[in-house]
């Protein structure tokens, strides 16, 4: 089988394409912020360096570069939304990640609205299925970015995407991923957690119901293991 090297570099794909909403904080002074229109409005910057790094207690990491006028926002405030993205904000994801909020009010331009967030200051974006609150609790420079690690403090989810039992069907939401220079529509299911080792309906079922209750892989996995053994 034929093989290419390539030079170090970022190959982990796909990845989220999420839009981060951020705000800097009322009542000081935004120095960076040159455009008296903008003044203490609220930002969107596309990130795609961004992952789930703990279940209990819930966090997760984004990573942006100093230069981006967001990056003040987030370290001045210690806190930003995740939003996650759709089909209908594909474009919206692009518009932020290619345009800066030092220039325009991305919110107007891109006809978003801002979400009250329950437990920080800045706002999620309304058209966004899920909004996940998050506060700063590290930040560590790394070189080209710097990693902001974040407990996540609320999420919210979209009414719309519930059945009549009260699930919540994420994947219903036409979720869009990003790899290599490009946007997807999350594709066609190919199986469920630990469909490769359920033995019948009963087991798939009871994995689904500890899938639901508890999304840490390693413990559905340990229960997995035992199913499968008896
Ligand atoms: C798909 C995509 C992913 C991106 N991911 C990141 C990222 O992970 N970190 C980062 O600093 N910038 C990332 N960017 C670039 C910023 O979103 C972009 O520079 C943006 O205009 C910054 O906005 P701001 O100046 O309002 O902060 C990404 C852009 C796109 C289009």
Known sequence: MAKQYFKPGNMLYPLPAVMVSCQYPAGKEDVLCTNPDLAGKPNIITVAWAGTICTNPPMLSISVRPERYSYHMIETSGEFVVNLTTEQLVRATDFCGVRSGKDIDKFKEMHLTPLPSKEISAPGIAESPVNIECKVREIKPLGSHTMFLADVVNVTVDDAFFDEKNTFHLNNTGLVTYSHGAYFLLGKKL????????????????????????????????????????
């Not at 309906?201 to 639901?212: E, I, Q, T």
């Not at 508890?214 to 293991?225: P, Q, R």
Request: net charge positive.
């Open 191 to 230: 199986g469920t957690f630990g469909y490769s080792v359920a033995r019948n309906g009963n087991n798939l079922r009871f994995l689904a119901f500890l899938f639901c209750k508890d999304t840490d892989a390693s413990i559905t996995a340990y229960f997995l293991l035992h199913i499968s053994a008896v």
